[in-house]
């Protein structure tokens, strides 16, 4: 009991700092940072159900997210399905586009999967700059309306013409898909899902059936990408093509392996590190790839668990035995 309430202490903090980060550090572009950091949370978060926990190498999470943000403006725009139902169905498509994707690529391993992957978001992008009637192409869709308020009556309320409840919807969202991924992966099926990362072949042996487990995970992960895009777009006000292509798969991954792969908290920490460090620094997108890569390579020699791992280690020497930064899913 006392190992599980220890355990659950970062979730608690991330709850806490979440909630105080408005009066802590008020003003638009805090507000605005943690919007984006909440998104990488979710983004991270759900590739690291597929690729850390089961272990797909899939590099095509970007464009899931690409579905979710386009599948539910165009419903909006084209439509006029009222938002939080096309919220809904832009997450609904992400899992059905995973759903088709998965049944017929999972069977595949290693480059094999990534390929085929790839091949999914590169023709995902070249949809989208192509079907100029629908998508306007490469020149994007300007998004015009603003979300109508949501919430429970006497309970909470996001007014989402204010950047501040904005901010509280994606952090509620970034929380959730934390304490999702961590239930899940502490749960029998996350159990699975490890086994079959470690040896699928005597995880097969064992009776289970890999392939259906496999696209299980790569379907839910999907669709919390799809969320991730459903819900942001609106607060963008804008979305075109190039915001969904596999550099921005690439990125992720990077956050993730930087945060911690396997690691519950590493998305946690590598978003917070990774997207707010360059804004404060104001460098340039080559600029911030280049350094991207820098540090990914002195993780990977020097903290090959990632920042979750090195954070955990300087706790451990407080408290021998104890895993809270770097608890591995």
Known sequence: MARRSWQALPLVGLLAAGVLYPRLLPGDYFLHLGIVVSLYIILTSSLNLIMGITGQF????????????????????RLGVPYWWAWAAGILLAGIAALIIGA???????AYLAICTFAFSELFRLLLDNWISLTNGANGIIIRFVPPPIGIPGLFRFDLGSRRSYYYLMFTFALVTVW???????????????????????????????????????????????????TYAPYLSYIAPDLFDVNETIYIMMIMMIGGIRSIWGPVWGSILLVSLPQALDITPLLRMIAYGLVLILVMIRMPDGLAGFLDRLVSRLRPGGTWFGEKA
């Open 58 to 77: 899939a590099i095509a999470h970007a464009a899931f997210y690409g579905v979710g943000a386009y599948g539910s403006i165009l419903l909006v725009t």
């Open 104 to 110: 017929s690529t999972l069977h595949l391993k290693g």
């Open 180 to 230: 999702f991924v961590r239930r899940l992966a502490r749960s029998d099926l996350g159990r699975v899902l490890g086994a079959i990362r470690q040896d699928e072949t005597l995880a097969l042996t064992a009776g289970f059936d890999t392939r259906r487990y496999k696209l299980l995970a790569f379907t839910v992960g999907s669709m919390y990408a799809g969320l991730a895009g459903a």
